[in-house]
């Protein structure tokens, strides 16, 4: 093994520049792909925390009394699927949209009277995460005779959804173009090697080297590159990782926006798959150019 290893560092030494490019596209590829990847991740746990937290705001009308609201509060509440209701005046809910408008605040200042109505905000039992039982309880809150309006983000997110899926096929899809171009281009790259060592190889097998013996260091080679330009890969999309999340925290709150990077078992899962890509170059280069 200690041969087959010193023999692949002396071919990746003579044909550098062959083996460079390779390991940059491979490390290139890495970098799309786990792009891809990281950025369907948070969205998925972004839809993940929504689902989990389906509220609704239900908007009353006007000159209801303190009565009235302590009746529908009960009604609401008695509404199977609702865990909670909480009331929000108008003057609370202006004080929030200013704390919210920190830097446009004084445009509220000069109001005559307050636009914003009273509102109860509705939270959504976990168990229900089914679009159609969340609309029905919309639909029942909205037969009281208190009630102006009701919103909610359900809509909404079935829509993104839908979008998101269509981005996520998109993004499958061109990966597999990726891999398929990778693996192309690592198998040229062998293929020039082995064409340029032909009569090497020849005499090697005419006086009786084994198919192992020829093929070791190149599929060593191969796993090299794979690995170098996985590590490259992660590396590089950590790095962008890192100064996106940076700018996102000093311009979001981390409680509204919160995005991580791949755990350690999913990157050296995505170094593996780099590895298994080069190699797989590899062996079609082999295999058509040695007949065997």
């Keep these: 093994m200690l041969f087959f290893v010193k023999q692949a560092i002396q071919d990746i030494l003579s044909n550098s520049f062959l ?4 390991v940059i596209t491979i490390a290139f590829l890495i970098l799309i792909v786990s792009a891809f990847g990281l ?3 948070n ?6 925390s929504w689902k989990k937290e389906v509220r609704m705001m239900v908007y009353l009308k006007k000159d209801i009394n303190e009565n009235q609201l302590f009746d529908l509060k009960r009604k609401i509440k008695g509404i199977s699927g609702i865990s909670n209701a909480t009331f929000i005046s108008r003057d609370e809910a202006l004080k929030y949209l200013k704390e919210q408008m920190k830097r446009q605040s004084s445009l509220l200042d000069n109001l005559e ?3 914003l109505p009273d509102a109860f905000e509705i939270t959504i039992s976990q168990s229900i995460a089914n679009p159609e039982k969340i609309e029905s309880i919309a639909t029942r809150v909205e037969v009281f005779p208190q009630v102006e309006d009701v919103e909610y983000g359900q809509r909404w997110i079935g829509r993104f959804i839908n979008i998101f899926n269509l981005f996520r096929l998109a993004g499958f899809t061109m990966s597999c173009l990726f891999l398929m171009a990778t693996v192309f281009i690592v198998a040229n790259t ?3 090697v082995l064409y340029s060592k032909r009569e090497e190889l020849e005499i090697m097998r005419i006086v009786g080297a084994s198919n192992i013996f020829i093929k070791a260091p190149f599929y060593i080679v191969g796993i090299l590159e794979g690995a170098v330009g996985g590590v490259i890969g992660i590396a590089g999309l950590f790095i962008a990782f890192s100064f996106i999340s940076s700018s996102m ?3 979001a709150s981390s409680c509204i926006i919160n995005i991580r990077f791949f755990p350690l078992s999913i990157s050296c899962g995505i170094i593996f798959c780099s590895i298994f890509v080069a190699w797989l170059g590899c062996y079609f280069s082999l295999r058509q150019f040695l007949k065997v």
Excluded: A, H, S, W
């Design 19 to 22: 083996y460079g490019v390779t």
């Design 190 to 192: 062998i293929r020039l």
């Design 43 to 48: 969205v998925d746990d972004m839809i993940c």
């Design 113 to 115: 009277k307050n636009p």
């Design 249 to 251: 925290e000093q311009t």
């Design 39 to 41: 950025f369907f991740l």
